[in-house]
């Protein structure tokens, strides 16, 4: 629930062991692509229904769950496969253990144990929870074995952290017999209150395979109980899903392959079933603190979409903005709810932390040195992008200008925050702030609040650089702003914001600025040297006061050509079309024809898979960036830049101009290469990636990687504005 103190529901499993210490069992309870898993929504809304795959080795099932207001139910539906070799095991099948818990965060809400049997159903524990009132929750398990069954009662005051539960149920599981079944031990007998006042409850069921287990949250109102045929109120709502979302995404008229279309309907089930809601405090460090000192930012609650549930269980700010380029064409009240939730973040001054690291199931999921956010750095104002669509909506402006108003003051703060903080050099230039300008541990310091990470930009950060594609940001977001401002009647404003969109639109400063007449190309300003190179050296360190030095080997980076104040022009790639991608150049320009044809050449930028993230010809393609950073946006492509991409072909193929059927050419064949290497790699791994390698179109990164790579959905569909 969109809660702070929202109850939590559970799944964990595991593979009855024979002689396994409890210690090593592997549970299956966090989400980890270290696992080896593969889990997909195949239909799912976000809201009322959903059917997932998970595959688990020898292991399959599917969750299917469905809602009717505060009620809910779940089917999970244990398929498995027979034991080839009888001596093996002398019974057919594994056996496992599936444990559901319910955890209460809150004080005030209750669970009691009854556990009745009838008809089949276990009532197994009843109680009442806030904005829910009373509810009973029971079980129902079809088996042609009768399962085992047992049970956990716990309370912890206050409520303990979801990182502990693992530690919890391995420490509360016990066997019976020498030989027997591990099963969860009922409660300790020296704390009464475990079994009188329980807020954590865990049922464990030893099943075989070939059985379905279904869990039902009743809450007790008439009007809210959950329809009674399981089947049927499923078999509604994914009828109704499917039909919507072909109503939407017309994927039938496109005479697309069936796994297309099953792809496209994971990639919308994904990213609406990967929506969660989070509630705690950020560490910041920043204004205000002294040097080294972090403090908790909040209490926040955000609302958001995630890159993956395996790899990226969090926010991040434009991240978020490409997710609502799809979640909105399907739920535009939804991404409206999720931009206010992330606009709703930001501190006194506009500033928004660039990932939501709240609590501490979500710190679990991160490296510390990206826990901290500082209060000087800024991220891609994506959402200025995704408003800019909503605006040219007309259906969408009917129905909801009046809550689009509502997010204008905050916009404004944003907008004004970035104009002010990531001010460049000169007038009308910006500058990513946070680059690391003393370390000689990197070949080239990496840019993270660009969102491009590893993207090489000028070689030593100082403060006379600028960078080409926060000009470009912030070019959208002046006219988006100026609009919005209108839209609000912010008259005393509009002088202000339309002399920014004059200036930071203007197509001659533009060139002036970033244009090099001999590369035909646009680029980052600063100090930069042309050579650099990483390079081994023996460097003597005291590991410990007591102990003799030793000898460790590091990698520097070695720095050939001294470096001058330039255009960084050894550098083409994504950064460097960012002009383009955001439909800045005029139709008629030289400058597009220039940019068209370098993207058109394989030694460049195309590849039969999509755009490539850096030329070839660039001394950084492939590069690593330290001894332990491998290349990242250095080559592989990235779906939310070819989106971008794809859109402004369009946008240049509908325009009257010069290069309007060599855009249109290079539309049709990027989205043929894209779909058609995305969809391969899908029905053969049967999941999304982060990105794809360049040579072989193979998918790459973590997985599943459900967050922009959803995108090919809309490229499917031709949906882009």
């Not at 399981?230 to 009828?239: M, P, V």
């Not at 470009?472 to 914001?497: G, H, K, P, T, Y």
Request: proline share 6%; charged share 25%; net charge neutral.
């Amino acid at each position: 629930m969109r809660q702070p103190e929202s109850p939590l529901f559970g799944l964990i499993w595991y593979q009855q062991p024979e002689d396994i210490h409890i210690q090593n069992l592997p549970l299956r309870h966090w989400c980890d692509q270290g696992d080896g898993l593969k889990f997909m929504w195949q239909d799912a809304d976000g809201k009322s229904f959903g059917h997932q795959i998970i595959q688990d080795n020898r292991l399959t099932f599917h969750t299917d769950w469905i809602n009717h207001r505060r009620s809910w139910m779940s089917r999970i539906n244990i398929l498995d496969l027979p034991i080839k070799n009888a001596q093996e095991n002398p019974s057919q099948y594994k056996k496992y253990g599936f444990i559901f818990y319910l955890a209460l965060q809150d004080t005030n809400s209750t669970l009691r144990p009854i556990f009745k049997n009838g008809q089949n159903v276990i009532d197994a524990f009843k109680g009442s929870m806030n904005e829910i009132g009373p509810f009973k929750l029971s079980f129902k398990v079809s088996s042609s074995k009768s399962p085992e069954m047992s049970y956990l009662l716990f309370r912890h005051h206050p409520f303990m952290d979801m990182t502990f539960v693992n530690q919890l149920i391995t420490g509360s599981l016990g066997r019976k017999g020498d030989n027997g079944n591990l099963f969860l031990i009922g409660s300790h007998r020296d704390r009464p209150d475990d079994i009188e006042r329980p807020n954590f409850v865990a049922v464990q069921f030893t099943i075989e395979a070939k059985s379905t287990i279904e869990v039902k949250f009743d809450a007790v109102e008439k009007k809210d109980s959950i329809i009674t045929s399981f089947q049927e109120h499923f078999d509604k709502q994914r009828s109704q899903f499917r039909a919507r979302f072909e109503e939407i995404f017309e994927l039938e008229s496109n005479n697309y392959p069936d796994y297309y279309k099953d792809m496209g309907r994971s990639a919308l089930s994904n990213m609406l079933g990967s929506i969660g809601y989070w509630s705690g405090y950020s560490k910041v460090k920043g204004k205000g603190l002294s040097s080294g000192q972090i403090a908790p930012y909040g209490p926040l609650n955000l609302l958001s979409a995630v890159p993956s549930r395996s790899f990226f269980p969090r926010g991040f700010l434009w991240d978020e903005g490409f997710h609502n380029l799809l979640i909105r064409q399907y739920d535009p009240n939804l991404s409206l709810d999720i931009i206010s939730s992330w606009l709703d973040t930001m501190n006194f001054e506009g500033w928004i932390p660039r990932e939501m690291v709240l609590d501490n199931e979500a710190e679990a999921k991160i490296p510390p040195e990206y826990v901290v956010q500082s209060d000087s750095i800024a991220n891609p104002p994506m959402i200025f992008y995704l408003i800019d669509q909503f605006m040219h909506d007309s259906n969408f402006m009917v129905h909801h200008q009046t809550r689009l108003r509502k997010l204008y003051p905050r916009l404004k703060l944003w907008y004004l925050w970035i104009r002010k903080s990531q001010k460049g050099p000169k007038h009308g230039t910006f500058q990513w702030q946070g680059r690391n300008s003393t370390t000689n541990l990197e070949l080239n310091p990496k840019t993270l609040p660009s969102g491009l990470d590893d993207f090489p930009r000028a070689t030593h950060p100082n403060s006379e650089e600028y960078h080409l594609d926060l000009r470009c940001w912030m070019a959208v977001a002046s006219r988006v702003l100026r609009n919005l401002c209108e839209n609000s009647e912010d008259n005393q404003f509009i002088n202000e914001i339309e002399e920014d969109m004059r200036i930071f639109n203007d197509f001659e400063l533009l060139n002036k600025l970033h244009w090099s007449e001999s590369k035909k190309a646009y680029f980052d300003y600063g100090l930069h040297s042309d050579k650099v190179r990483l390079m081994p050296k023996r460097k003597v360190v005291k590991q410990h006061p007591n102990a003799p030095p030793v000898e460790e080997v590091v990698y520097l980076r070695e720095v050939i050509n001294p470096p001058k104040l330039r255009l960084v022009e050894d550098v083409f790639g994504y950064a460097n079309l960012f002009p383009f991608l955001l439909k800045l150049l005029p139709a008629n320009s030289d400058k597009l024809g220039e940019i068209l044809s370098r993207l058109n050449d394989t030694n460049e930028l195309w590849t039969p898979y999509g755009l490539r993230s850096l030329s070839k010809h660039s001394p950084y393609y492939m590069k690593r960036n330290t001894e332990h950073d491998a290349p990242y946006w250095r080559g592989y492509i990235w779906i939310n830049m070819n989106y971008l991409a794809l859109s402004a072909l369009r946008y240049y193929a509908s325009a009257s101009g010069h290069y309007q059927n060599l855009a249109e050419q290079l539309r049709i064949e990027l989205r043929n290469n894209l779909v058609t290497n995305i969809a391969n790699q899908y029905n053969k791994t049967g999941t999304f990636w982060e990105n794809y390698d360049d040579s072989t179109g193979e998918g790459r990164g973590c997985r599943p990687f459900t967050g922009w790579t959803a995108l090919v959905l809309a490229i499917m569909s031709d949906k882009y504005d």
